[in-house]
């Protein structure tokens, strides 16, 4: 302990004295010698430079990907492919402490079905909060398909806020899409089903049996869908799928597609054929066309219906007031992608080597005009194909998705069966390249790519198997995200990133400098309802409330304690411990856990953050700090004390295992001069500095400052002890002392490396 004192004052004077020094061992091998190590090729190095980014580098973009069965949202960086976050959602997810504090807990219960916990999510596409077309920054929507819900996670603290479970589906794959001023997210079911929770015979499929869209309001100032606003398109049972909101041209309308209009029903083992043949007969499906905008204006006149307690445009309404068309599409389509301009579709069949561009301004025509070919078997009028078609264009086998460039009529489309990416030109209808990709491409993102102003440069492509691209790991393999330069003529692979959490389907990449995240929450935040929190505690307000057995502790964590040490119970009590982070400082995150209770928390700073349990069985449980964030972070540690009903203490004084004498004492308050003098030199450089321009290092030193003021108390509380002649109690409080002063030197270091890494000026 005492060699570990010394060792760190050294190593604070040292690092005062000259920190950034090293750095000198580079060998003095050649760029050719690397090549030739590791059998690189010049396009490998182009490649490489286009991708690499050195230490303390940014990304130009993040990009935002589905954590497929995960439940998670994956955020990385591109063009580097670094991985930057994981957030939970519909899954719970320990290191954030979601699904084990009770505030996240609220959050995953939001997502109950028929009372049920749903601790997974089937996530798919996510979609960012959007003005006037172009992405903001500011939310990002994801569904669960296996449960038909939503989710809004805020992109100011990257955490889920809410999550919204549909009225009427069983399943949903449309969503989460956005209209151009997030006025709605669209979320469209995928296998029909009946719309209440009763039983109905399959043998009841056409009549009883139901797809839909739902358009999900968003309430903008409080960051939450609103479920009293939405509404939901009743749709025939065809197995709808992705969905695209109209913009520019098509603003007001949401296009969802369909595949098994056939509206077959398998039953192998009652000797019908399988799904897969009876819902790939027809050489079409259809592709809905719904006016939201005008549904919305009849909701906000009181001219829908609730039923299951929200409003459902029935498909007899939605015709009556011409919100709903049918345009037939290729043979099992996909994907759904309107153009930046909002004058044309693009969809792709997956059994169908063609990718159909539809115009916006002949299919406005044909409603204009009435003209129809025909009706569906629900009375949903039909526009022909030919009075809605601009182009069908040979792009490849199995086309998927498609996203635009910045360059006007250019896009790229999947192309699942022969594993690469077509780019053409939909308003000429020609094809300008393609690339082959390791393996089995799903969706493809651009960047920006599904704004009204893409910004081109790079494609990731979503490729289903990654088979032999990277080194064995099991027969589960993890998926590849091949990164792809679309800057010039013709499309360059760059980069394989692995990705091992669940299928991501879709991901949406931002400019990064759009995103304004915030580094710390208002002090005693409440994260999940955006609330100051109604436990939160402020330093040496610390307290144990108790009313009959229900018991509130309000504590703190600040380096390196946990305040109480000690918590004492008493058998059947139930027990909520309420934490509050007091730093202000970047990155300076405690974590919480304990023994048996099933106790994990995440506590940024400024946040509150609260387990609850019932403490039913007597005993010691050890709890700490799960996040290594200061030199004594194992000493960050305390006990809850379990006491037997009618327990009566035995023992009197505490064993100490140490005794300490003046001599202790002198020598303790010697190293705590020698530090003192360290934290002055550190002070001197700061406070001779422009330090006040830098708002990281102001916040450094506001927390320096707070620990100083901890070290005075402890120093005088040491003082005060000596003075008695205790030197067992003044010993250890000038140890407190001193550990105060190795934070406020921590923090104060910090704080000076900062300022010489970002060219602080001196000015006195
Ligand atoms: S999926 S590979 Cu969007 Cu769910 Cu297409
Ligand atoms: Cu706080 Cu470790």
Redesign the pocket.
Known sequence: MKMFKTKTTSLLIGLTLGLGAASSAYSQESLEDVMKARGLTQKDLLAAAKTYTPTGGRDEYLAFS?GGQSGHVIVYGIPSMRILKYIGVFTPEPWQGYGFDDESKAVLAQGRINGKDIVYGDT??PAFSEKEGDYDGRYLFIND?ANPRLAVIDLHDFETKQIVVNPFFKSD?GGAFVTPNTEYVMEASQYAAPYSDEFVPLEEFNSKYRGGVTYWKFDDKKGRLNPDESFTFELPPYSQ??SDAGKNASYGWGFTNSFCSERYVGGIERGRPPFEAGCSQKDTDFLHVTNWKKAAELVAAGKVKKVNDAYLITMDQAVKEGLLYLIPEPKSP??VDVSPKGDHIIVSGKLDSHAWVYSWAKIQDAIKNQKFEAKDPYGIPIISLKDALHKQVQVGLGP??TQYDAKECVVYT?I?VDSMVTKWDYCEGKVLDQLNIHYN???LLTMEGDSVSPDGKYLVS?N?LSIDRFNPVGPLHPQNHQLIDISGEKMQLLYDMPLPLGEP??VVAIKADKLKPAVRYKSGWDSRTDKKHPYKTRAGREKVVREGNRVHVYGTVIRSHITPEIIEVEEGDEVSIHLTNLERAQDEVHGFAMYGQNVQLSIEPGKTASTTFVADKAGVYPYYCTEFCSALHLEMQGYLLVKPKGYKAKATDMQEGQQYTKADYDKQVKTNVETQAVIDSVVAFITSHNYKDFKTVVDLVTDATDQLGFAEEAKKKAEDFAAKGDYQNATLWAGQWWQYQVKTADLGLRAKTFLEENGAKKIK
Request: aromatic fraction near 10%; hydrophobic fraction near 20%.
């Open positions: 589905s798919h596409h398909k794959h799928d992705l996909h994907g998927l998705h999947s699942y491409i799903g969706h979503l289903k389907h879709y």
